[in-house]
């Protein structure tokens, strides 16, 4: 991750492809009476895990843990080379055995703990619901393959729904931070506060060349007069290897450090970079930017 400057504001008009109605935060202090989340306390399963599972159309691991009733870490422990953003169908999944244990052949990687921020959600008059989990990495080394929930609860502390909160990016290097997002479609009834647990971040293994080392150059950003849109532009410098993917994330912050937007630039090989971030909230004062490159 690297930190950009904000250049003077010339060019770039209020950007009209973005959200443009009047987006509402949402955040409650929690009750002290929330119950506690425990992943899978409600699930059941009432025969031994199989062997294997067949992604289908629309599967993360985290839907897939739920509906069979097994732990989130032992699934993606025993699962180390799959993608969690590019889970495709077809694609045959080893499970832990019944108990919640890896499988005996896989190591199982040890998770490792990070700094998780306040969860904030934002509500869009189109009824939409965006909720933020920031994750620092405050390690040494870079992390991957984080995962979270977030619990939207009544007034009371009730638990209204338990949403799934992925990463933008699979690599988080040392000292990055960005949002694990959660996503609804439409606003839950009665649900007043938030609040989100991180659920798995491993460390990246040394022998690992899975990612290639990256670094963004040359990079500003342009707010618009609004201050509900950057414009970010740059490019990323490879070190070694050629890219076959590209990412650049970047994430917005308010005036009082909060995540606010954030929006991932995708390519198969170019690194000169120029796209536009929006703001959920409140007005954009800052942009922070991280890479991530695959062979």
């Known amino acids: 991750m690297v930190l950009t400057a904000c250049l003077p504001i010339e060019s770039i008009p209020t950007p009209t492809g973005g959200p443009t109605a009047v987006l509402l935060p949402y955040q409650t202090a929690i009750p002290t009476a929330a119950p506690t989340l425990d992943a899978g306390d409600e699930l059941d399963l009432p025969t031994p895990t199989p062997a294997t599972y067949i992604v289908a159309e629309g599967d993360t691991f985290f839907t897939i843990a739920a509906r069979l009733g097994i732990s989130l870490d032992a699934l993606m422990a025993a699962n180390p080379d799959a993608d969690p953003q590019l ?7 080893l499970l832990p055995v019944a108990g919640g244990t890896a499988v005996a052949s896989i190591p199982t990687p040890t998770p490792v703990p990070l700094a998780v921020g306040e969860t904030r959600c934002y509500a869009s008059a189109a009824g939409e619901l965006w909720c933020f989990l920031p994750v620092e990495n405050t390690l040494a080394v870079s992390v991957e393959n984080l995962t979270a929930v977030v619990q939207l609860l009544t007034a009371n502390g009730e638990l209204v729904t338990t949403m799934e909160a992925t990463a933008p990016l699979n690599l988080l290097g040392a000292g990055g931070a960005m949002p694990l997002v959660a996503y609804s479609s439409s606003l839950p009834e009665e649900w007043r506060a938030a609040r989100g647990q991180l659920l798995s971040a491993f460390s990246l293994a040394e022998e690992s060349n899975y990612y290639l080392a990256a ?7 342009d707010i618009s007069e609004d201050g509900l849109a950057a414009r970010v532009v740059g490019r990323v410098e490879i070190q070694e290897g050629e890219a076959a993917t590209v990412w650049v994330l970047a994430v917005a912050y308010d005036a009082e450090g909060r995540m606010v937007g954030f929006r991932r630039w995708e390519s198969e090989g170019e690194t000169e970079f120029d796209f536009i971030v ?4 409140p007005d954009i004062v800052n942009v922070d930017l991280l890479v991530e490159v695959r062979p």
């Open 87 to 93: 889970l495709t169908p077809g694609t045959t999944l």
């Open 278 to 281: 929006y703001s959920l909230g």
């Open 215 to 221: 670094t963004i150059q040359g990079s500003s950003f």
